[in-house]
């Protein structure tokens, strides 16, 4: 048995009056790529600002690799959705992927040896090497995906958690990034959010499905019926024959994606 | 322009203006970029305003009035990082409500004031001619303090101006930083004021680094290029200004709108 890496009991949360988790509990074990799924606004963003330790649950206890997400917000590495910074910033590649070495480097000063191998080794995994000298205001949806990737990379992370790492690309690009999570996985533990659940599906070893509770976690096997409980309406469903995943998905071959 | 020559080899006052509006270029050059990159222009300009109740109250009490500014300055940038970062929607009101009061109680300290009255108009519009000796020296050591803790900390800082969520996740202190920039923006304000004046503070905190964005693509070397850019822009309008004798702030921040104007056309041209 591997151990649990993150551990969340009971937990609940809310914005102001807006509830947004409700008795969630979740394990996830080393070495997992766990998919997390559901509508916008089920939680998902939420449920990885609190593992994080961005936000305090309201109740319920949260552990990670053994700690409060406080202390283990170092051990993490964290890719949002990119809209959180300004495009147009005057930065390049290379000192944002840099920035994925605060914390782990010296307080005063600039960058040294280390952080700089570490931050070609995290881009050359995420093939932006040759975009290093770059600004981020001229590179595609796709490039700047990798570009969080490479800066969370650089964190030298136990896990990986992203948010929508494929929201802002097209359908090739898509397929590209989840090629990289696939790779990273078999060294890094992955925490995936995402609404689109029929991407997905073919990369992870499991899936949790989130809108406000839990509704799943222990299933290998997204049928029509959950998703429609998931969903809370009726949606179109996609077969498909592909097998990508490194961990195949058991039993079934049909999941869905939203029409 | 051979005119401003000549003098400046002899007549110390001008040699003063020269020097002032170097040194200022440096503090205008390094914060100039962060104020652009953050857009906190109008809070800049509410510290600048905000100054003028601490100039005021020391003339008033007989210290020196760029002390005065200082104190007034950095008193209004805690205060805007304090109330911002508990209630943040109250910031523009609050930043609005210094600017006015600020002006409103250096008025009032300056009519209040028995003696010659102060120039007021030296205060607002800037008099870099006048500038003291031993002023150049303050705006040097300034200089040299923000120089210093911009190169200690400049990945906390540009961490911070870029992404605030991912720095306080890899253990920086955010909001210390944020204020700590503040407490910069205020310091360069003040230096800025001795040469164009606390009303026309604003454009020299803009306009070089926002120029120098056009050309580069990293903090670091807008800072470099805004630094040239304020130089180049406050020499050349102190030099425009000599010989027709015009108030050399107002000149100075004409010139650095030209200079903007030109640079967002040529942007736009070669698009």
């Known amino acids: 048995m591997s151990r649990a890496v993150i551990g969340l009991d009971n937990v609940s949360f809310r914005y102001n009056d807006l509830p947004v988790l409700a008795g969630v509990s979740l394990e996830v074990e080393q070495g997992e ?7 916008n606004g089920g939680g998902k963003s939420t449920l990885l600002k609190l593992i994080l330790g961005l936000l305090k649950p ?11 997400p406080e202390q283990a917000c170092a051990r993490l590495g964290y890719v949002p959705q990119f809209i ?23 307080p005063l000063l600039g960058f040294g040896e280390k952080d700089r191998n570490l931050a070609a080794t995290a881009m050359q995994e995420t093939e932006i090497l040759d ?13 700047i995906q990798r570009v969080l990737i490479a800066r969370a990379l650089a964190c030298e992370p136990e896990i990986l958690l992203l948010d929508e790492p494929t929201a ?4 090739k690009v898509e397929e590209d990034v989840f090629e990289l999570l696939r790779r990273l996985n078999e060294r890094i533990t992955i925490v995936v959010v995402s609404h689109d659940i029929g991407f997905i599906s073919n990369y992870i070893s499991r899936v949790a499905c989130l809108n406000r509770t839990l509704v799943c976690h222990t299933t290998s096997r997204l049928t029509g019926s959950l998703i429609e409980e998931l969903y809370g309406s009726p949606v179109r469903m996609v077969h498909h024959e592909t097998r990508l995943s490194p961990h195949p998905i058991k039993n079934g071959d049909d999941h869905g994606r939203l029409p | 322009m051979a005119g401003f020559l000549d003098a400046l080899t002899t007549q110390t006052f001008l040699q003063n203006a020269l020097w002032g509006s170097l040194l200022a270029s440096i503090a205008c050059g ?18 600048a305003h905000a100054v003028l109740g601490g100039m005021g109250a020391a003339y008033f009490l007989g210290k020196s009035p760029i002390g005065g500014a200082l104190v007034a300055a950095l008193g ?4 805007i990082g304090w109330v911002s970062s508990r209630e943040h929607r109250q910031e523009d009101i609050l930043i609005g409500a210094l600017w006015a009061v600020g002006m409103a ?8 004031t028995p003696g010659y009255n102060v120039d007021l108009m030296s205060y607002l519009f800037g008099n870099i001619l006048m500038i003291p000796a031993h002023n150049l020296k303050l705006i040097a050591l300034l200089d040299a303090g923000i120089a210093i803790i911009v190169i200690l900390f400049f990945k906390q800082f540009l961490a911070v101006s870029f992404d605030q969520e991912f720095a306080r996740l890899r253990g920086i202190r955010v909001q210390l930083f944020h204020q700590l920039l503040l407490a910069l923006v205020a310091v360069t304000v003040v230096i800025l004021i001795q040469v164009v004046g606390l009303v026309l503070v604003i454009a020299l905190l803009t306009i070089p680094a926002a120029i120098a964005g056009h050309y580069t693509g990293t903090l670091g070397r807008m800072m470099l290029l805004a630094i040239l850019l304020g130089a180049l822009i406050t020499t050349g309008g102190l030099a425009l200004s000599y010989q027709p004798d015009l108030p050399a702030g107002a000149t100075i921040v004409m010139l650095a709108g030209a200079a903007y104007l030109v640079s967002c056309l040529v942007k736009a041209c070669r698009r």
């Open chain 1, 33 to 39: 790529f766990l998919g997390v799924v559901g509508p």
């Open chain 1, 58 to 68: 309201l109740s319920g206890s949260i552990r990670v690799l053994g700690q409060t």
């Open chain 1, 84 to 106: 959180n910074f300004d495009r147009h910033f005057p930065i390049t590649v290379r000192e944002t992927v840099l920035q994925g070495r605060l914390g782990k480097t010296r």
């Open chain 1, 131 to 143: 975009l290093a000298g770059r600004p981020i205001a001229s590179l595609s949806g796709g490039q």
């Open chain 1, 168 to 171: 802002n690309i097209d359908p």
């Open chain 2, 30 to 47: 390094i914060i100039g970029p962060y104020v652009v990159v953050r857009k906190i222009g109008y809070l800049a300009g509410g510290i």
């Open chain 2, 76 to 79: 209004a940038a805690l205060l």
């Open chain 2, 105 to 112: 109680s250096g008025i009032l300290f300056i009519s209040r």
